[in-house]
């Protein structure tokens, strides 16, 4: 099967600028996550969907992360406007069904903020 | 919420010898600990995964351990090689309603020594 799918596989922006990011998962999967990984640390959950439902958003920046999932199936993650420590790996993963457990992660948006 | 704890940060070792990477976990809700592998600019992998009802589960040369009275968990990889060399992530999780929320260690950065 096709895995979980993102772009672009890397972004340069100045601070106070915006960017978005996509990310198709795997067919049928039902909840999808955004992670931010700081280079040197572990993924940190910033949003969790199922379906097109927000299921957690606890650590999500609010006042300039934005994220949805319109359809249930891809999503987007947008930051507006970007700082400096903003500069991180944005993960998207996905898990199949409803109480599965294991998820599956895309490539990944290596994004830099000068 | 639950705060996971992984030690060492970084792992040298010898072709052939084992390596060992131990995590902490602190809600004892927790049921579910997958271990992942993420090479250089790679997405994570799954690499093994155990449930709070099993203490030990084995895959060829990787295996890891769950202790739930001292809420710790271990992986295991014997007979190591260079291509074994990536930073490794364990994670908890717990199901809340019909889904699971995860989190991370800070990642072992494995380094094997031909």
């Known amino acids: 099967e096709a895995g979980v799918a993102q772009s672009p596989r890397y972004k340069i922006i100045e601070k106070r600028q915006s960017v978005a990011f996509w990310c198709n998962p795997i067919s049928g999967h039902a909840t999808l996550y955004w992670y931010q990984q700081i280079l040197g640390q572990g993924p940190k959950l910033l949003i969790q969907f199922q379906n097109n439902g927000v299921v957690d958003d606890s650590q999500l920046p609010k006042d300039r992360f934005s994220a949805e999932r319109l359809k249930g199936v891809d999503s987007t993650l947008k930051i507006q406007p970007a700082k400096l420590e903003d500069s991180a790996v944005y993960l998207c993963a996905s898990s199949p069904q409803l109480g599965t457990d294991t998820q599956y992660f895309g490539p990944g948006t290596r994004l830099t903020v000068l | 919420g639950e705060n996971v704890e992984q030690h060492p940060s970084t792992l040298s070792v010898q072709e052939g010898d084992s390596a060992v990477i131990k995590c902490t976990y602190s809600?004892?809700?927790?049921?579910?600990f997958p271990w992942y592998k993420q090479e250089l600019g790679k997405r994570p992998q799954l690499i093994i995964d155990i449930r709070s009802n099993v203490g030990e589960k084995k895959d060829q040369r990787i295996a890891v351990t769950l202790n739930k009275t001292a809420k710790h968990f271990s992986l295991h990889i014997t007979e190591t090689q260079p291509e074994d060399s990536a930073v490794y992530f364990c994670?908890?999780?717990?199901?809340?309603?019909?889904?699971?929320?995860?989190?991370f260690g800070s990642g072992t950065k494995l380094n094997v020594k031909p």
């Open positions: 809600d004892s809700a927790s049921n579910y």
């Open positions: 994670a908890a999780s717990k199901g809340l309603g019909n889904f699971n929320k995860f989190y």
